[in-house]
């Protein structure tokens, strides 16, 4: 099945840093991907969609000069929390979808996620 | 706005009985749904896909779709304490690849 790889698992940053984050589809091209945000007993809240080769597409409230994403080939796309503060500190999960694959029970799959605490 | 509703529980039913997930949706032309299972501290997992009416079985779980009643849901039968998590119900639109998702009903199968 789609297998998507997300690293790091977690890190530890200092306030105001950048941190890294990095998605890649393993065994399927994704031009698409989609960076999410949970914070603890809460529901996955989408970020941004990113698209392959073009700009990607903020949700409303979400900060595009904050979360820098690039999406630069069908099987990579990395998030960039720019300046973190405290607040910045929550689950990012990135999610790929296999449009290839078998209709019976595709699915998005998700990244492991990265915990990201700032410090 | 789209919204996807689900129960936050905690729903906590006996080891070898049937848990039952509910989960309504507010858009219509949403055409495609997706059981999600999400350990704690962990990413979610797929579990389940339904499009069209009815009902779809996989093993022990069992999701069932009314899109007359905007209702979609989730059967886990002989449910095992490795069953408890929170399951987030999904849904996407036509034509749209984005997910919308409910804010997840956690479950606790008790030994």
């Known amino acids: 099945g789609a297998v998507v790889s997300q690293h790091p698992s977690w890190v530890i940053c200092k306030s105001g840093t950048s941190v890294k984050i990095e998605c890649r589809s393993l065994?399927?091209?994704?031009?698409?991907m989609f960076w999410y945000r949970q914070f603890p007993k809460q529901s996955l809240m989408l970020m941004a969609t990113s698209n392959e080769g073009s700009k990607a597409t903020y949700e409303q409230g979400v900060e595009k000069d904050k979360f820098l994403i690039n999406h630069a080939s069908l099987t990579l796309s990395t998030l960039t929390v720019t300046s973190a503060h405290p607040e910045d500190s929550s689950f990012y999960i990135c999610s790929a979808r296999d449009f290839g694959a078998v209709r019976a029970n595709y699915g998005y799959t998700f990244g492991s996620g990265t915990r990201l605490t700032v410090v | 706005q789209k919204e996807v509703e689900q129960n936050s529980g905690p729903l906590s039913v006996p080891e070898g009985a049937i848990a039952s997930l509910n989960c309504t949706y507010s858009?219509?032309?949403?055409?495609?749904f997706f059981w999600y299972r999400q350990y704690s501290g962990k990413s979610p997992e797929l579990i389940m896909s339904?499009?069209?009416?009815g009902d779809k079985e996989d093993g022990r779980f069992t999701a069932q779709l009314n899109k007359a009643s905007q209702y979609v849901s989730l059967l886990i039968r002989d449910s095992q304490p490795s069953d408890s998590a929170t399951y987030l119900c999904?849904?996407?639109?036509?034509?749209?690849?984005?997910?919308?998702f409910g804010k997840g009903t956690k479950l606790s199968v008790i030994p």
């Open positions: 858009d219509r032309g949403s055409q495609s």
């Open positions: 339904i499009y069209s009416n």
């Open positions: 999904a849904g996407s639109g036509a034509g749209s690849y984005q997910l919308t």
């Open positions: 065994d399927f091209q994704a031009t698409t």
